[in-house]
């Protein structure tokens, strides 16, 4: 500590420095009596060291030392500046894939199938071995991907555990245990977040990359226990240690990661924009569905009006001409009357039909049997008028359905079948597949 200021004391740069008793221990195990350490500074961080020995006590001239920290700054220097070259011209490819694969983009309704499908695809774009596309619950793949069940969940782990916007790892299996099962499909993950309230995500895969790391004897330290309490010992032996680690991909590259960013916030625009198209479509419908109701009730209503004027008439020609009018003319106001009736029924469906797909559906568990009963019951009249069989072969099924839709449809194919039969008996027949 500096006595003036009570500081830890800045020992940058310091040539001579004294170091852990554990490190002195160390060099006395492998028989060294002088060491110097070069520093490596990539972007302000230690990148790594040249270590230097000597198995005798040596002094270094402070031409020498000069002399070794330009050498180390010459290669800190060139390490950046490799990197950096390295780096830009990635990025440089990058961006021009990602210009080719987004073009069109905003014109495509299928945003997955074009993202994956195309000559340049998202597998050009970031080295991987596999990507996932999951866009409004429907998901998309190419290359070498997890099944449909082991993607759905760990979408669901994306969405629920993790915050960020773009997710990296190269050891996924160490986060999310159920990626153990299946380390050579995934094992890196770099995953985009499209939506996470809608669970729209871009997945990219990488397989194991198993290695093995070579040590100068066992890294694992062991712990001594002394007149102090615990402390790490320097390992004994010298001897090639090694060590194979599993579970991790190939790390993905900072330019990767941002390339990936880029990507998404283009996505998102496209996604945005069908979404807020779909509000508008949506909004659309639902006016032009309210305008046909009142149309088709207005419709109905003066449609029905006329008609029952027109079988009144009938009836009341009929009841007072009866003895006046023929067969053939009483035949003729019996026609209108069902004709009339006929015209009413149709007016009813049509109403029917414009607001079917549009009325919430009460779901639940239905013995079709009992509604089969009810709709005969409905028929019983027309049954007994036309002396129509009906043969059920077998006991139908219990369904999840609407009941009260279920049973007008009965009714309806049921009364048609009878309505328009082909001869003056027969039979129905009424059964599943």
Known sequence: ?????????????????????????????????????????????????????????????????????????????????????????????????????TAGMDSETDVAGHLLNRSTNLLDFIDASGVAVCINGHLSVRGHTPDERALRALVSWLAEERDEQVFATDALALLYPDARAFPGIVSGLLAVQVSRKRRDFILWFRPETAQTVNWAGDPHKPVQSGPLGERLTPRQSFAAWRETVRLHAVPWLEVEIEAARKLRLEVMDVVIERVEQLARLNAELAQSNEELDAFAFIASHDLKEPLRGIYSYSQMLLRDLEKQLDEVSQERLHALERLAKRMESLIDSLLDYSRVGRQMLDL????????????LELLSARRAETGIELRVPRPLPILRCDAIQVREVLTNLIGNAIKYRSGSAGWVEIGFL
């Open 1 to 101: 500590t500096d006595p003036l200021n009570e500081r830890p004391l800045d020992l940058s740069f310091c040539s001579l420095r004294s170091v852990s008793p554990v490190h002195i221990e160390y060099l006395q195990n492998m028989g060294v009596k002088a060491s110097m350490s070069i520093s490596l500074i990539k972007d302000g961080a230690l990148w790594g060291l040249i270590a230097c020995h000597h198995y005798a006590p040596r002094y270094l001239s402070y031409q020498v030392r000069a002399a070794c920290e330009f050498l180390g700054q010459v290669v800190s220097l060139q390490l950046g500046a490799q990197e950096h070259a390295e780096h830009n011209e990635y990025r440089l490819k990058l961006s021009t894939v990602r210009e080719r694969l």
């Open 364 to 375: 639940e568990d239905v013995d079709l049997n009992e509604l089969l009963s009810e709709a």
